[in-house]
């Protein structure tokens, strides 16, 4: 028997982890039967939200769905994964325990502890590179050191050889249902006192209650492998042969909207980056315009950024509470928690702002570029600690990935590893006007502006009070002065590199 430890990888196909538990991996490989279980580690859950912890509960059941029509189920346990796993393999009989690896701070020091504990009671355990297509300590510049500029990075990431898709595994590989069945009483006769299971068993899945959260007011989204194979087969139909064209415009359905499903493991990176090779082969055919590989390439890029701030966090674990380029002086940041609050709320008055923050409110989720015109003016208009947007985001959003949120923010706000500079300042309302012309982004989320001209909706800042009240009465003028706090900003950063502000 073989215990099969699920964390961030909600997948039976494309999963190197399972596939080497279960013998599907390479020919001739070890493995099987396996029993696949998912622990609900309280460090982890003391650093989720309402909406992960919904998305999350969503990609179990199905993954246990996919494991019942193999004629398995999956093996759940809530407790501290040190004391469940080493007791669950002896419970089981279990001979190793396998995972795949994750990259961040805690959940490296969650593993160091598992590995610990399995060789105390001497059951053996094995890791394998599964969640990225190159390991974060794989490409190296040619000294030797971590890249911290994506483009060199990417021209190594593009040239190295990307592994296939894991085989899915058989029913034979896996423990059938009555087995595991039987497990669901080992769970019951584990010794609870030192709080190593509190709740467990075959197919069990607790509410958010359970587990002390909320159900969340956003829609959370689809989950699981099909739903993502659904979804990347429709970008990949129509959408991707005009990417890097329309992916800006948040009205389109321009963009992959595989960020979640990325995030939770619920398809696999090789099986995605395949498919998007399988889009070239076409995009290089003579029924695309000649420009369609290029817009492939730019999608293959983002699944590239996503490595790129994986192997930067792998590196620097102190990005997730630090910035990642020192300031000489220090940025004194204005942090006004009422002007802080108002963009939580979308209530700043920059209408593709507002827009924005609402729909990570209704939907868990925002537009790539709208992540990018949020952050900006969290930063350089409010002059706001990145911390604040990050925070908020982590909380919100039902994507939240540790590496790419915090790179993110940190390019927004000028400290990060290749970071935009910090004299480029996204001015809100030039960005809704190019970006979202006709305002019915805008107008989605912010229903008091329904009904107005796309042009008088991104001269708002313009508008005098009277002209505000009479268009949208119940929609706030702005709380700040765009091209006052753009200078405020420049010199703030000035300050904080040591230089003179009025230079």
């Given at each position: 028997?073989?215990?099969f430890?699920?964390?961030?990888?909600?997948?039976?196909?494309?999963?190197?982890?399972?596939?080497?538990?279960?013998?599907?991996?390479?020919e001739?490989?070890?493995g099987?039967?396996?029993?696949?279980?998912?622990v609900?580690?309280?460090?982890v859950l003391?650093?989720?939200?309402?909406?992960?912890?919904?998305?999350?509960?969503?990609?179990?059941?199905?993954?246990?769905?996919?494991?019942?029509?193999?004629?398995?189920?999956?093996?759940?346990?809530r407790?501290?994964p040190?004391?469940?796993?080493?007791?669950?393999?002896?419970?089981?009989d279990?001979?190793?325990?396998?995972?795949?690896?994750?990259?961040?701070?805690?959940?490296?020091?969650r593993?160091?502890?598992?590995?610990?504990?399995?060789?105390?009671?001497?059951?053996?355990?094995?890791?394998?590179?599964?969640?990225?297509?190159?390991d974060?300590?794989?490409?190296?510049?040619?000294a030797?050191?971590p890249?911290?500029?994506?483009?060199?990075?990417?021209?190594?990431w593009?040239?190295?050889?990307?592994?296939?898709p894991?085989?899915?595994?058989?029913?034979h590989g896996?423990?059938?249902?009555?087995?595991?069945a039987?497990?669901?009483?080992?769970?019951?006769?584990?010794?609870?006192?030192?709080g190593?299971?509190?709740?467990?068993?075959?197919?069990?899945?607790?509410?958010?209650?359970?587990?002390?959260?909320?159900?969340?007011d956003?829609?959370?989204?689809?989950?699981?492998?099909?739903a993502?194979?659904?979804?990347?087969?429709?970008f990949?139909?129509?959408?991707?042969?005009a990417?890097?064209a329309?992916?800006d415009?948040?009205a389109?359905e321009?963009?992959?909207?595989?960020?979640?499903?990325?995030?939770y493991?619920?398809?696999?990176?090789?099986?995605?980056y395949?498919?998007?090779?399988?889009?070239m082969a076409e995009?290089?055919?003579?029924?695309?315009?000649?420009?369609?590989?290029?817009?492939?390439?730019?999608?293959?890029?983002?699944?590239?950024?996503?490595?790129?701030?994986?192997q930067v966090?792998?590196?620097n674990?102190e990005?997730?509470?630090e910035?990642?380029k020192?300031?000489?002086e220090?940025?004194?940041?204005?942090?006004d928690?009422?002007?802080?609050?108002?963009?939580?709320?979308?209530?700043?008055?920059?209408?593709?702002?507002?827009?924005g923050?609402?729909?990570?409110?209704?939907?868990?989720?925002?537009?790539?570029?709208?992540?990018m015109?949020?952050?900006?003016?969290?930063?350089?208009?409010?002059?706001?600690?990145?911390?604040?947007?990050?925070d908020?985001?982590?909380?919100?959003?039902?994507?939240h990935?540790?590496?790419?949120?915090?790179?993110?923010?940190?390019?927004?706000?000028?400290?990060?590893?290749?970071?935009?500079?910090?004299?480029?300042?996204?001015?809100?309302?030039?960005?809704?006007?190019?970006?979202?012309?006709e305002?019915?982004?805008?107008?989605?989320?912010?229903p008091?502006?329904?009904?107005?001209d796309?042009?008088?909706?991104?001269?708002?800042?313009?508008?005098?009070p009277?002209?505000?009240?009479?268009?949208?009465?119940?929609?706030?003028?702005?709380?700040?002065?765009?091209?006052?706090?753009?200078?405020?900003?420049?010199?703030?950063?000035?300050?904080?590199?040591?230089e003179?502000p009025d230079?």
């Open positions: 028997m073989e215990l430890w699920h964390r961030r990888d909600l997948r039976v196909a494309d999963n190197v982890g399972l596939a080497a538990a279960t013998g599907t991996g390479e001739g490989a070890d099987g039967p396996a029993a696949p279980v998912f609900f580690d309280p460090d003391d650093h989720a939200s309402d909406v992960r912890v919904r998305r999350l509960l969503d990609g179990l059941a199905a993954l246990r769905d996919d494991y019942r029509e193999r004629g398995s189920d999956l093996l759940v346990a407790g501290d040190e004391a469940v796993l080493p007791r669950l393999a002896a419970a089981l279990a001979d190793r325990v396998v995972w795949n690896r994750d990259y961040s701070g805690l959940a490296r020091e593993d160091a502890g598992v590995r610990r504990a399995l060789d105390a009671v001497d059951v053996e355990r094995e890791a394998h590179h599964d969640a990225v297509l190159h974060p300590d794989a490409i190296r510049t040619n030797g050191d890249y911290s500029v994506y483009s060199y990075y990417w021209k190594k593009t040239d190295r050889t990307k592994d296939d894991a085989p899915a595994p058989t029913a896996l423990a059938d249902a009555d087995r595991l039987d497990a669901a009483s080992a769970l019951d006769a584990l010794d609870m006192a030192d190593a299971v509190t709740d467990g068993g075959v197919g069990w899945l607790p509410s958010p209650a359970d587990l002390g959260f909320a159900e969340p956003a829609e959370v989204g689809p989950a699981g492998t099909a993502a194979r659904d979804r990347l087969d429709d990949l139909d129509e959408a991707v042969f990417y890097e329309e992916r415009y948040p389109r321009a963009t992959s909207r595989l960020s979640a499903f990325l995030k493991g619920e398809i696999g990176v090789r099986e995605a395949a498919a998007t090779e399988e889009a995009a290089e055919s003579d029924a695309r315009p000649d420009d369609a590989p290029e817009q492939v390439e730019e999608f293959q890029q983002q699944l590239a950024w996503r490595e790129f701030y994986a966090l792998f590196h674990p990005v997730v509470t910035n990642y020192a300031y000489e220090g940025i004194a940041w204005r942090d928690p009422d002007e802080i609050a108002a963009w939580k709320r979308g209530e700043t008055g920059y209408p593709i702002v507002d827009a923050m609402r729909q990570l409110r209704e939907e868990a989720f925002m537009h790539n570029r709208v992540r015109i949020v952050a900006s003016f969290l930063t350089k208009d409010l002059l706001a600690d990145w911390r604040h947007g990050y908020h985001f982590r909380d919100k959003l039902a994507d990935d540790t590496a790419n949120d915090n790179g993110g923010w940190q390019w927004a706000a000028s400290t990060g590893t290749d970071a935009q500079p910090y004299f480029r300042i996204f001015n809100p309302m030039t960005q809704g006007e190019r970006y979202d012309p305002a019915e982004y805008i107008t989605e989320y912010v008091e502006l329904r009904g107005l796309a042009d008088l909706i991104h001269e708002w800042h313009e508008l005098s009277t002209q505000r009240a009479n268009a949208a009465p119940d929609y706030p003028a702005p709380i700040v002065d765009h091209s006052e706090r753009r200078e405020e900003a420049l010199a703030m950063y000035k300050r904080a590199r040591g003179d230079e």
